[in-house]
């Protein structure tokens, strides 16, 4: 079955960087397109970052655009995201999704990794 695996997250002080990683196995990656989303205490689910199948398409939320970066390599199964210039509102719940190319909804989830930003 297909399986998203995300890691990468931590505590770290306002202005730092960090970089998620998310393996996805279980289903032909390439063909797939990549996004992460994020969810914080009490609020809902919102996207963060995607990237297209052919890496070519990558698509950022507004408070995002400028400071983080997605990235997939096809090889290793694997998409990042680097995140710089991060601040406290950054704290969340990181989560991968995957979904055939070109659909609408992200049927496939990582369980999350957890994202602090310390003023």
């Known amino acids: 079955q297909v399986q998203l695996v995300a890691a990468g997250g931590g505590l770290v002080q306002a202005g730092g960087s960090l970089r998620l990683s998310c393996v996805a196995s279980?289903?032909?990656?390439?063909?797939?397109?990549l996004g992460w989303f994020r969810q914080a205490p009490g609020k809902e689910r919102e996207f963060v970052a995607s990237?297209?199948?052919?890496?070519?398409?990558?698509s950022y939320a507004d408070s995002t655009t400028g400071r983080f970066t997605i990235s997939r390599d096809n090889v290793k199964n694997t998409v990042y995201l680097q995140m710089n210039r991060l601040t406290p509102e950054d704290s969340a719940v990181y989560y991968c999704?995957?979904?055939?190319?070109?659909?609408?909804?992200?049927?496939?989830w990582g369980r999350g990794t957890q994202v602090t930003i310390s003023s």
């Open positions: 999704a995957a979904r055939f190319m070109g659909s609408d909804d992200y049927p496939y």
């Open positions: 279980g289903l032909i990656f390439s063909v797939y397109d």
């Open positions: 990237i297209g199948s052919s890496n070519d398409r990558t």
